[in-house]
């Protein structure tokens, strides 16, 4: 399970550094994806490749689905470099609003890494702070 904050910078070829505690997950590769919000998904590989089992479906009547596919089956399949770092491509970068040599926040969230702009990061959990409360006592807690 991923976990913590952590605030990083875009070197000036994209690239972005994994978080040593979590780096041996991504051993076997990474998966970048465009994630909700706009931030950019990182998963494992393998954890992408049990996503995107249960992802499949016979889509092409649904345009949902279609959607869905076009979203996230346009990401891309890297491995993390010598020093733990992964290149974020520029559709994903300007997916994120992300840029060389600015900052980004390293969200771990469960099962991935979320890369953030980290005014939009900042802005966008205040708004879930503002309604922390309400959400968890929906989710019974």
Not at 46 to 61: F, I, P, R, Y
Not at 93 to 115: C, F, I, T, Y
Not at 119 to 129: N, V
Request: with cysteine; glycine share 10%.
């Amino acid at each position: 399970m991923f976990h913590g904050e952590y605030s990083y910078s875009l070197d000036d070829k994209g690239r972005v550094i994994v978080p040593k505690v979590h780096r041996e997950a991504f051993s076997d590769g990474v998966y970048l994806t465009r994630g909700l919000e706009r931030c950019v998904w990182v998963f494992p590989l393998a954890t992408w490749q049990e996503l995107s089992g249960k992802l499949s479906h016979d889509g092409l009547g649904s345009s949902a689905a279609r959607g869905v596919d076009r979203l996230l089956y346009t990401g891309t399949e890297l491995q993390l470099d010598k020093q733990g770092r992964v290149t974020v491509p520029d559709y994903l970068r300007d997916h994120a609003s992300l840029a060389p040599g600015d900052s980004a926040s390293v969200l771990g969230v469960k099962n991935r890494l979320e890369l953030w702009n980290p005014s939009r990061w900042r802005a966008h959990s205040a708004q879930m702070m503002s309604r922390l409360d309400d959400d968890l006592s929906r989710m019974g807690l």
